[in-house]
């Protein structure tokens, strides 16, 4: 069977970092208006002292949303594929700290997916080394190099700015909704 590795963050669930910012900075931002991959980029030299706050305050897994259709289509997948939910917990900025984002998604991840297997829950520092046949994800970066023959990068403006032709000389394809992972994956299915 083969084996696909989904990420969590902005590819399962959403926002949960964009909540906490606002709530800290009392600002209304949504996703579309951030560009970078890390939402308190936007916070500049206030950046340090949300991370205190964040790390001392938020599990922002308590009130996620998720990618409409996700768990659902998460579920029907593990009819055709073995499934891992792979999420990286470790941020370098706040190492020791980073220990409680493990303890939280994992917690998310039982409560809220309970058709895992907990042995396929992997929280990781890296996902690099992680050997899959297909990879879910929204970071470029997870996709770029290691393992993967199919390699599916959920649409954010955050990973808008890599064309066409970058993601195919990695081959990574776009897609934006889990409905459309779903089609692609079951019709390929007994093609991998």
């Known amino acids: 069977m083969q084996k696909i ?35 308190e980029d936007i916070l500049g030299d206030e ?57 939280y998604k994992y917690e998310w991840i039982i409560k809220n997916m309970p058709f895992i297997n907990p ?19 929204d970071k470029f970066k997870n996709l770029q190099y290691g393992y993967g023959k199919v390699k599916l990068l959920i649409d954010h403006k955050h990973n808008q700015k890599y064309s066409f032709e970058q993601l195919n000389s990695y081959n990574i394809r776009r897609v934006y909704n889990w409905d459309q992972i779903e089609s692609i994956l079951l019709e390929m299915r007994d093609t991998l």
Do not use: H, W
Request: with cysteine; aromatic share 12%.
């Open 47 to 103: 950046k340090e002292a949300f991370l205190d706050y964040f790390y001392q305050n938020i599990n922002i897994y308590q009130d996620i949303k998720t990618l409409p259709n996700a768990i659902k289509v998460i579920k029907n997948l593990t009819n055709y594929y073995d499934v891992y939910i792979c999420a990286a917990f470790v941020d370098p900025r706040r190492v020791l700290e980073s220990k409680k984002m493990a303890m």
């Open 5 to 39: 590795m989904i990420d969590l963050d902005e590819t399962i669930v959403m926002d949960g970092y964009l909540k906490a910012v606002n709530e800290y900075k009392k600002t209304n931002y949504q996703s579309e208006d951030i560009d970078s991959y890390y939402v």
């Open 119 to 137: 042995k396929k829950i992997i929280l990781t520092g890296s996902k690099d080394l992680i050997m899959c046949d297909i990879k879910i994800d």
